[in-house]
């Protein structure tokens, strides 16, 4: 098994030219890492009559769980990527409130 084209390609457009250092010191995590959390994810199927959520309302909510859960650094860390998706800063300002 290898990472998927989908998740080098959505990891990249969250986190453009980022390369983890477990490539080299654990290529077997960020194997099973990055397609869960690039692309298994991102292809769950729905439920009946269940709309996509867009990329916008996505990243939002991930930033208003870390805000909950007290993951101030993971915060800080996703803040550009959920810009890269559209999130406005008006819009992260307002998550913060």
Do not use: W
Not at 11 to 25: A, C, D
Not at 29 to 53: C, T
């Amino acid at each position: 098994m290898a990472i998927t084209d989908f998740a080098k390609e959505y990891h990249e457009r969250m986190f453009p030219g980022y390369v983890s250092k477990f490539l080299e010191t654990d290529p077997e995590f960020i194997e099973r890492f990055d397609n869960f959390a690039f692309d298994e994810v991102l292809h769950m199927p729905l439920a009946e009559g269940q709309e996509p959520i867009s990329d916008v309302t996505r990243h939002m909510a991930i930033l208003a769980v870390l805000i909950g859960c007290q993951g101030i650094d993971e915060f800080k860390a996703l803040v550009p990527a959920a810009m890269e998706f559209g999130v406005t800063p008006v819009q992260i300002k307002e998550i913060v409130y």
